[in-house]
């Protein structure tokens, strides 16, 4: 087994492989999903600081996608991405889970990959900034897939925790054993479970086929697994992630902490000015929400200094609406919720699951 910046490993060996990933001359496109609403600004600011802060990977391609039926994007969105070079495509691709939001993550890489011949694609939540060269994402020869075992979330760490029952049930209906899942410590909060990668953040190689196996994996979790272990529908992007690399025997390599620093109003124990200071991506999740923006401001004001005087210009994440596309949104939203409770109800949470 290799290990280092250039040692790419199956899933049996990757808690051994935790190094900031190669380096090399491959191109790379970015991709985000974005609707009406709280994710217009949120992935004009993904773009935006990219080109700012991104170093060589600032002129990247990127691209955005409305994936499913919805509410048009306001006029100022569309214009900043033509401002910022942003590829935009709406599109409305068959999709028997449209009701759950994290599914749209793989029609919106097809879109991306149909678009453009980078060797390698990166997903990125629409709730994250660059802060700094993200070299790390150039995966090394022989790397397909990547991704930052950031924190333990609902991972496992053993049979005496309350989702330990649910891996054992999921890793079963994909024809896996929870023993396929390696050990790796988390990046974040330094938590030893069954490798479990959060999903904000990833880069793969479009030619390892990568995509159609985490979609195929994602619906084959969710026609089968039993949710009567939990009370709620869990992010099935996120575990369906571990699930590919042990299955599909792809070659794998964590990607540092830095890749994906996670700041939050539920997240904050792990925080650092050291840490802050070395994050090349920022996972902002809630922070730049109005009633957290001053704390978010006061603790990133003396690690990073750049980015907090270009966000103070633009102030916190306040989406703009309009009544005719709230009535859209609302609508839509209703009828999902719909399916979603009937999901719940056939798996086992009852008709109240959620």
């Known amino acids: 087994?290799?290990?280092?910046?250039?040692?790419?490993?199956s899933a049996?060996?990757?808690?051994?492989?935790?190094?900031?990933?190669?380096?090399?001359?491959?191109?790379?496109?970015?991709?985000?999903?974005v609707e009406y609403g709280a994710l217009e600004e949120g992935t004009v600011r993904f773009a935006d600081s990219l080109r700012r802060f991104g170093g060589s990977l600032a002129d990247s391609h990127v691209v955005a996608v409305t994936p499913r039926r919805g509410a048009p994007l306001a006029r100022s969105t569309v214009q900043r991405f033509s401002e910022l070079g942003v590829d935009y495509v709406r599109s409305?691709?068959?999709n028997r889970y449209s009701w759950m939001p994290y599914v749209n993550k793989y029609f919106a890489l097809k879109e991306a990959e149909r678009l453009s011949d980078s060797d390698i694609v990166v997903w990125m939540d629409s709730d994250v900034i660059v802060l700094a060269p993200p070299s790390g994402l150039l995966l090394g020869e022989g790397v397909d897939f990547a991704a930052c075992p950031r924190d333990r979330n609902i991972g496992t760490a053993g049979p005496d925790d309350e989702f330990h029952e649910y891996w054992v049930k999921v890793t079963k209906d994909v024809g896996l054993d929870l023993e396929d899942l390696p050990w790796v410590t988390t990046t974040a909060d330094q938590q030893r479970i069954r490798l479990y990668w959060n999903a904000g953040v990833f880069a793969y190689r479009p030619a390892?086929?990568?995509?159609?196996?985490?979609?195929?994996?994602?619906?084959?979790?969710?026609?089968?697994?039993d949710s009567s272990t939990v009370?709620?529908?869990?992010w099935t992007d996120q575990v369906a992630l571990s699930l590919v690399a042990a299955k599909w025997g792809l070659r794998v390599q964590n990607l540092d902490g830095s890749l994906n620093y996670g700041i939050a109003s539920h997240f904050k124990e792990h925080l650092t000015p050291d840490g802050l200071a070395a994050a090349r991506l920022l996972h902002y999740h809630d922070s730049m929400k109005p009633q957290m923006?001053?704390?978010f401001m006061e603790t990133v004001a003396g690690p990073l200094p750049e980015a907090h005087r270009w966000l103070?210009?633009?102030g916190p994440l306040n989406a703009k609406t309009s009544l005719r596309s709230n009535v859209v949104r609302d609508g839509l939203?209703?009828?999902?919720?719909?399916?979603?409770?009937?999901?719940?109800?056939?798996?086992?949470?009852g008709i109240k699951g959620s």
Not at 231 to 234: A, E, V
């Open 1 to 9: 087994m290799q290990t280092g910046t250039d040692g790419a490993v």
């Open 12 to 33: 049996k060996d990757v808690a051994s492989s935790t190094a900031d990933v190669g380096v090399g001359h491959s191109s790379i496109t970015f991709v985000c999903c």
């Open 92 to 94: 409305a691709p068959p």
């Open 208 to 225: 390892s086929g990568f995509a159609d196996f985490w979609h195929e994996m994602i619906e084959q979790i969710l026609d089968r697994t």
């Open 231 to 234: 009370s709620k529908l869990y």
């Open 293 to 295: 923006w001053p704390w």
């Open 312 to 314: 103070a210009t633009i």
């Open 333 to 349: 939203r209703a009828a999902r919720n719909v399916r979603r409770r009937i999901w719940t109800y056939k798996h086992g949470a």
